[in-house]
């Protein structure tokens, strides 16, 4: 059996009070991060830049956006064995989020919010507050 193409994916950690915005997606029973596939051609960083401004209409600023890490799991609703690599990015802004075209509601999350995470989002809370920048 052919191995299956990791999912490549750029992500926004944008952590107010000590908790990070997530999203829910039309249809869709989990919260994730903001974020979404690396366009060809495109760079993680620009990737995460554009989908924070696709999915919750805000503008980074390029100057405050890092690279945290890298998740690399089983990727949700997915065949086993075909995993996502979720690049995660902290990032600024003096904007509010809101929800956009392609998501239905914007939600500031702790590690409590984990059950209701796919994943790469589960280990993504953990790994923030690891880093101590959530609870």
Request: aromatic fraction near 4%; charged fraction near 30%.
């Amino acid at each position: 059996m052919a191995e299956l193409p990791t999912i490549l994916v750029a992500a926004v950690a944008l952590v107010r009070d000590r908790r990070v915005l997530m999203v829910t997606a039309r249809g869709r029973d989990v919260i994730y991060m903001p974020g979404g596939k690396i366009d060809p051609g495109e760079t993680a960083f620009d990737a995460a830049i554009r989908e924070a401004r696709e999915e919750v209409s805000v503008e980074l600023e390029r100057a405050s956006v890092d690279e945290l890490f890298t998740v690399r799991v089983q990727a949700h609703g997915e065949p086993d064995g075909r995993l996502v690599e979720m690049r995660v990015f902290a990032g600024s802004t003096n904007d509010e989020p809101v929800a956009s075209a392609e998501v239905d509601a914007v939600h500031w999350v702790t590690t409590a919010d984990a059950h209701r995470c796919p994943p790469a989002g589960r280990e993504t809370l953990a790994r923030l507050a690891a880093l101590d920048l959530i609870d």
